[in-house]
């Protein structure tokens, strides 16, 4: 089921499979919250008035988590054990993290009147998940 580990392949920074392995544990901690909380974390932390549509809701938050748990165990990983793909990785996570803040501050909440944490956390990664994929892509001597 797992190939050998890439490790000895891998010419990055250190520092960025690392960080790659702390947004791992980022995606599968929220994955939990959102898959196993009765109310997946919707009202009791991100504050939301789930109104009339609160099992919908309920359930996309689910399906969300549902996702998110399997990328994080991915994520661990590839910052584990199969370090030349920390760079894809990280490029992916810059991806989901910028089109994430773009929706949530933009094009689909701009005018929302409340944010969840998660709409702030992204902004905030999104230049530091640059950063560490820019290290992993330069060579170490």
Request: glycine share 10%; proline share 6%; with cysteine.
């Amino acid at each position: 089921m797992f190939p050998e580990s890439t490790n000895d392949q891998y010419r990055g920074a250190v520092a960025s499979a690392w960080f790659l392995g702390l947004l791992a544990i980022g995606s599968i901690i929220p994955g939990c919250i959102h898959y196993f909380l009765p109310d997946g974390g919707a009202e009791a932390i991100a504050g939301l008035d789930l109104g009339a549509e609160r099992s919908l809701v309920i359930g996309v938050f689910a399906w969300m988590g549902a996702t998110q748990i399997p990328y994080g165990l991915a994520q661990l990983a590839v910052a584990t054990r199969y370090r030349s793909l920390v760079p894809l990785f990280l490029a992916l996570a810059l991806i989901e993290r910028a089109l994430a803040a773009i929706a949530g501050w933009i094009t689909k909440g701009a005018d929302a009147p409340h944010h969840p944490p998660e709409h702030y956390v992204v902004v905030a990664l999104v230049p530091v998940i640059l950063t560490f994929l820019t290290l992993s892509l330069m060579r170490r001597t």
